[in-house]
């Protein structure tokens, strides 16, 4: 565990308080509240990523040697348990700003529901600068609502800035609660790439890996389809890279992911091995929208393979629309055999990172911005 946030007259950094969802045991989750970490480092702050609230899930998740808690507990710094709204007040109260974000954070039914309003940082005195860094509602908002609505809202109109990770965020924001706010990159485009490189030259599976290049398929929710084209994907790469495959799925439903998937996959897998092997990837098939930042920010060509059904499908195609990479989106309700030639395609990188260093840009600045008001 670590100590307590120093805010001493003689301190020679300010200090900083993140809530996030760092315990929750995806790489998605564990990988941004990291990312945020060292965004908010590298604009001078210490900074402590608070314990995972008691009244959220289970405690497997606060386990310190899990996936998620092995990762954070190594590379950050980690808050005592906190049992009270008082002890929260008394760590806010010792730092400089506190953050919360990103990841879908805001979710009534992932979160709020059972923390109340402690993601609108409730605890934090009034006085204090309080930020949100692209926080989510989810793919639907699912509260709070009533009474709990109005609570909610008059936290966050203590906020000194508030940005989120989607334009359908922002909405909710203004429409449901009244407030303004900006739309950001997630923090896994802000940190700069280095933390992850170093966290990979760490990874457990370079003691025994003897291919230098991969083939990264990370699929969360398996199905036939899927599986179809991540083979005929490997069909058709490994032979041209000679870089095998390894496929990594949902660590909260191994074996249900394993099974749904329907082919060998790398099970509870070290984050600095997920790392690692996507950092050394050829190429990139995911259905899910952290296979495809990872994909991004490592400029790696990639697919991401989704049912049009999906609530998630829609975000992302709006996402890789404002980068012109709609095409790079395959539903598993396609003739499958018309989509191949995404295989072969690159990604035009030059043109892509024009728009995104602009984004980023713009994301980290609004950090900085608001950080510099404390």
Known sequence: MGEKL?????????????????????????????????????????TMLTEKPDELWTEHYAEPDNIAGSF??????????????????????????????????????????????????????????????????????????????????????????????????????????????????????????????????????????KADSFIFNYIKYGNERKRQFLNRGAEILTPNNFSPVRSFININMFPESREMLGTEVAWHITVEDWLYYLINSEFVLTDDIYGIYFALVFNKPFVFIESLSNRNTGSVSTFLASLGLEDRIVFTEDDLRKKEYLFRLPVRYKRVNKLLDSMKAASLEWLRSHLSNQ
């Open 6 to 46: 120093n805010n001493s007259k003689g301190a020679a950094k300010p200090s900083a308080l993140l809530e996030t969802l760092w315990f929750g045991l995806d790489y998605g989750s564990i990988l941004t509240s990291f990312a945020l970490d060292k965004a908010v480092q590298s604009l001078g702050y210490d």
């Open 72 to 209: 954070i507990r190594k590379y950050c710094t980690v808050t005592d348990k906190c049992h009270s709204p008082e002890e929260l007040s008394s760590l806010a109260e010792g730092s400089d700003a506190v953050i919360v974000g990103s990841d879908i954070i805001w979710s009534g039914s992932v979160c709020t529901n059972a923390v109340k309003n402690r993601y609108f940082l409730d605890y934090a005195p009034k006085n204090k600068l309080k930020l949100s860094y692209a926080s989510s509602f989810g793919l639907e908002y699912s509260g709070p609502f009533g009474e709990e609505l109005l609570s909610a809202a008059a936290c966050l109109s203590q906020f000194s800035g508030i940005s989120v990770g989607s334009c359908s965020d922002s909405d909710v924001l203004s429409e449901r609660y009244g407030m303004k706010s900006e739309v950001v990159l997630d923090p896994v485009f802000i940190c700069g790439t280095e933390c992850f490189e170093k966290a990979a030259e760490n990874a457990p599976c370079k003691s025994s890996e």
